[in-house]
Every structure is written in structure tokens, then in C-alpha cells.
């Protein structure tokens, strides 16, 4: 493919402001018409234990996909002195179960063709699955026996700590991995979302009965979203649902609601040492809102045009403009409890001071500033277009509904997103950048050699850790 076509190809997918500063065509075919995300028809029900299901009928392929979803079994629930255990209980599900040893799940979720496993965010635990259409009733089962009755095995719990243990080793040698961590602690404070990071005494203390307990608290039916996605009629599906799930008892008291995040935090300023690196990874950021408040589609826009992508105005002068960093960015973390606002980039020891600066520089502007109609738009469309892409596929589609479940938000926000991106405003933009990205707000924490601090110290005062 020629230069000139590439050129041609992405000038196609840029707003009119981008494709004049990038010097293409101002010929160029007009954006046609956006297709809307066709909605699901979802059929709800709830079995006798307080198992929520939810099934999408869906033609294509012949799949079918299983997202079972655990409320407040996450990483936020786990003990200050255990961080991390939820992603360890995750990962043991599939190692063994009472009837299969690891390697005969793996097996018979691929003669079924396809797989199951699981993963623990900060506010649920999730596990997954998927098969040719003919094997739907047979991996449903599976699933079923993996989240309600693993084992445990002893060798597989030490062989999944050992592996923990390397992984933190290897994690700790960067300084993404500190500074995430330091930023954490500033914009969350005490609060669980602080503490998702593994150490190495929190993998050292996990034990099999601490994981048998933690399943029998935290996998319970009536804290659970089973969403079925695919070639499968909603009938077949809770009946599935109900053979492989309908004789799960609730035992014992759920494990306690997690409390709110703050939503203002003073600014701490910390600078940690990694003597002779070249370059310092920084860290923004300041509490924000949960996934369920009325700001956080708007939110979600701002940020997205502040920070969320290629032509975002941070990558575009920090790196297009300024030079100094390969990427820079600000990601809107939204939860159930509550969210935070967290800019990243990694830039030359050098201008470490400077790009500091133009990070608050923007976060001034996007609060002072009204975004013009073609920035505004160029967004709009990059924000539905992704999403409606993601959602494409019926995985997709079932991930997203668990997902905005676990955070709070209703099915049918699945088909509302796209119309309130698009029904966002100049003025809501420009509310939204006043409210959640005061300069005066953030905390900055800075990983790199000692020699930066220097130019750091019109921003705060830096502690040293």
C-alpha cells in the first residue's frame, strides 16, 4: 500500500480541523450517516436463589457466550493486608474443581470449542465463557462447575504464587508500576481502591483455606449476572441457566458494601527515586465520580477530547508539538464506589518541569475554554464509532452489559450511551473541565532520577519516598 493511499485512508476517519492541519484533501467525501448501535432485546429473569440472568438472542455465528458476574468480589474487597487476592481467586477457579483437574477443564472447554476462565476487577469477579452453539447446555455446565465448586489444589495454589511472585518482581522494576501505585494512594487515600496492587506479603499469606473461604463469601447466586449472549433463544437459555444454577443454596451473611470514595482529596506531591533513569514517568490525578452519576457521560467526553486518544489535546502537544514524550494521556476510572482522574506520560529527564506544566496547562484550558464544533464533533464520532465497534460482537456485547452491572448502570444504558455522547454540548464540555480538572486539584507524583526534582518545585513540595 502506497504512502498516498495510507494518507488518504486516515484522512477519511479525520474531522475537518485534523485533515487542515494535517494538509489532505479538503475534497474529501463527507462523513455518511452513523448507524446506531442495534439495541438487544434483553429477556430478564431471576431464579429462586437470586441468580440474575440475562439472555440476548442473538444470529451469526454459531456461539454462544456466557459472562457470569459476582458483585463486590473484587479487588475492593479484599483485606488492606491482602491486596490483590480477588485476581489470585480469579485465576484458581479453572485450575481445578472437583471432578477435573486443570488440565481436563482446558480440555473439555476446547472440545466444546471454546474456553473458560475468569479475572477479578475492582468491583466484581468475572467468569467467562464460550462454545460452538451445539455444546451451549455442556459449557454452561462447565462454567457452573468451575465458579461454584473449585478445589483448590494445594500444588496449584503454590505454583500460582510462585508465578504471582516472579510477576511482581518483574512489575516492581518499572516505574509505571510505582508511580500507579503512589497515584493511587493520593487520589483514593485509605479507601480499597487504593490497594489493588499485589505485594509480596499479600501473595506470600494466601493459603487454600483463605481461597475456600473467600469463594463461599464472595460467589454467591444472589450477588451474581449471568448474561447468554448468541445463537440461543431465551427459553433454552434460562432453562440452561436454571439445570446449571437452580439448586445453588445461599449460605452465610454477603460480604460487607464497600463504602464511597471520596470525591475531593488534598494535592500530595511525591517524587520516587529511580537513580540513573533517563526519563520520569509522571503521574497526575484527583478524585473523581462513580460510573452511576449523572456527570459521567459528558465526563467521559471531556476526558476523551482532553486526553483519550491520538488526536487528544495532550498527545497532540506533548508529543505532536512539544516532543516531549511518545504518549500522553488522561484516563476517567469510573466504579461502583466512586472514580479518579489519572494523566500519565513518560518524558526525558529534561523537560520533566515542563511537561508537568503543559499537563495543567490544558487541564486550565479545557475549563476555560469552549471546544470548537469541529473538536467537539471530531470527538463525538471517535467515541461512538470505537464503541460501537467494541460492541460488534456478541462477547462484546455480554462483557458490556456485566460490566456496566458491576458499576452500577442498567442494561438498557447499553443503547443509551451512543445518543447522550452525541447529545453532549460545548457548554456541558467546558462545565465538566471547571468541575474535574482544577490545576489546583491534582496531586503529581514523578518516578525518576533526583536530578528532576529541581524542576518540579513551582508545582509543590515534593516529598521524597
Do not use: C
Not at 509505571?176 to 501473595?203: L, N
Not at 506531591?269 to 473523581?288: K, N, T, Y
Not at 511518545?326 to 484516563?331: E, F, H, I
Not at 455480554?398 to 438498557?412: D, F, R
Amino acid at each position: 500500500m502506497t504512502r498516498t493511499l495510507i494518507a488518504l485512508l486516515i484522512g477519511a476517519l479525520l474531522s475537518p480541523v485534523a485533515q487542515a492541519s494535517t494538509g489532505l484533501p479538503k475534497d474529501l467525501p463527507a462523513y455518511g450517516a452513523d448507524k446506531p448501535l442495534p439495541v438487544p432485546e434483553i429477556s430478564q429473569s431471576t431464579l429462586d436463589n437470586g441468580l440474575t440472568v440475562w439472555v440476548v438472542p442473538r444470529e451469526g455465528i454459531p456461539r454462544v457466550d456466557y459472562v457470569l458476574s459476582f458483585k463486590g468480589a473484587g479487588l475492593a474487597a479484599d483485606e488492606a493486608s491482602m491486596p490483590g487476592f480477588a485476581s489470585t481467586l480469579a485465576s484458581m477457579l479453572n485450575e481445578g474443581t472437583e471432578k477435573r483437574s486443570s488440565r481436563e477443564i482446558a480440555e473439555t472447554a476446547q472440545s466444546y470449542g471454546g474456553s473458560v476462565g475468569a479475572y477479578a476487577s475492582n468491583d466484581g469477579l468475572t467468569v467467562a465463557a464460550n462454545a460452538l452453539a451445539s455444546q451451549a447446555e455442556s459449557m454452561l455446565a462447565l462454567l457452573a462447575e468451575v465458579a461454584r465448586t473449585p478445589s483448590f489444589p494445594e500444588d496449584e495454589v503454590t505454583l500460582a504464587k510462585a508465578n504471582a511472585l516472579q510477576g511482581l518482581k518483574a512489575a516492581e522494576a518499572q516505574p509505571g508500576f510505582r508511580a500507579e501505585r503512589a497515584i493511587s494512594a493520593a487520589v483514593y487515600g485509605d479507601h480499597p481502591y487504593a490497594r489493588t496492587q499485589p505485594t509480596e506479603d499479600s501473595i506470600n499469606a494466601v493459603t487454600r483455606d483463605q481461597l475456600k473461604a473467600a469463594h463461599a463469601q464472595r460467589l454467591r447466586p444472589d450477588q451474581a449476572l449471568l448474561v447468554i449472549t448468541g445463537r440461543i433463544d431465551a427459553d433454552t437459555a434460562l432453562k440452561y441457566a436454571t439445570e446449571a444454577f437452580g439448586d445453588w443454596k445461599v449460605e452465610g451473611k454477603a460480604a460487607a458494601a464497600i463504602p464511597m470514595a471520596r470525591t475531593e482529596a488534598k494535592p500530595s506531591f511525591v517524587h520516587l527515586d529511580r537513580s540513573g533513569s533517563v526519563q520520569s514517568s509522571v503521574r497526575i490525578g484527583s478524585p473523581s465520580i462513580p460510573a452511576s452519576h449523572p456527570d459521567y457521560v459528558p465526563l467521559r467526553l471531556t476526558s476523551t477530547i482532553l486526553g483519550g486518544g491520538f488526536s487528544s489535546r495532550l498527545m497532540q502537544n506533548l508529543r505532536e508539538d512539544k516532543g516531549y514524550t511518545y504518549g500522553a494521556g488522561v484516563s476517567y476510572r469510573a466504579g461502583l464506589s466512586g472514580g479518579g482522574m489519572i494523566a500519565s506520560a513518560d518524558v526525558r529527564n529534561e523537560v520533566t518541569g515542563a511537561a508537568v506544566g503543559e499537563f495543567l496547562t490544558e487541564y486550565q484550558r479545557i475549563g476555560s475554554e469552549a471546544v470548537s464544533a469541529e473538536e467537539l464533533q471530531m470527538n463525538q464520532r471517535y467515541v461512538a464509532g470505537g464503541y460501537l465497534i467494541s460492541n460488534q460482537m456478541q462477547a462484546s456485547v455480554a462483557s458490556t452489559l456485566a460490566s456496566n452491572w458491576l458499576v452500577g448502570l442498567p442494561p438498557e444504558f447499553l443503547g443509551e450511551y451512543v445518543p447522550k455522547i452525541r447529545a453532549v454540548d460545548a457548554k456541558q464540555v467546558q462545565t465538566m473541565g471547571k468541575k474535574y480538572f482544577d490545576p489546583k486539584a491534582q496531586s503529581i507524583i514523578v518516578v525518576g532520577d533526583k536530578s528532576v526534582v529541581a524542576e518540579l518545585k513551582d508545582f509543590g513540595k515534593f516529598e521524597e519516598q
